[in-house]
């Protein structure tokens, strides 16, 4: 066979032996990617062009001193804020929920086990192994799949912090 094809199998048989709970996990997976790469993007494309204008907006002002332009520049601020941390919570709650569909998985896989024991009694090894790995791969695929996405919603978020303080730096009242 070919590489691609033994690898499709792989997986094919690693999301059955996981149960149904492992698609749940694969989309939650996907999801938190989606959002993570988006946020790569807009930090390296989107962001440096709104920092500019906000700091053409600020420096076209002749009154950067009063109550009113302190106001001013606090929205400014503000704006590249929320620009910067948009998502970010959204991906921190999608990696907390991978880890409990993990032990979702896990109850559901034990609930498995138990019914072929409470049908056969504990002397049918087989049938308790599907239930088993039906517990534990989708504890292990949540367990990972958040993990996966910890350093970088770590690293954005410390992004967007240093960013917003740029913008504040920029922000200079004269």
Known sequence: MNPIGDAFVAIRSFFEAGGHVLWAILFVTTLMWTFIVERL???RAELPGRIEAVARE???RTDTTSWYARRVRDELI???SIDARRY???VKTLMAVLPLLGLLGTVTGMIQVFGVMALTGTGNARLMAG????ATIPTMAGLVAALSGLYLATYLEQRANSEVERT???LVRH
């Open 88 to 90: 970010l919570l959204f």
């Open 41 to 43: 993007w807009f930090f």
């Open 131 to 134: 239930g088993v790995s039906a």
């Open 168 to 170: 504040e730096d920029l």
């Open 78 to 80: 503000s704006q590249v």
């Open 58 to 60: 600020w420096d076209a």
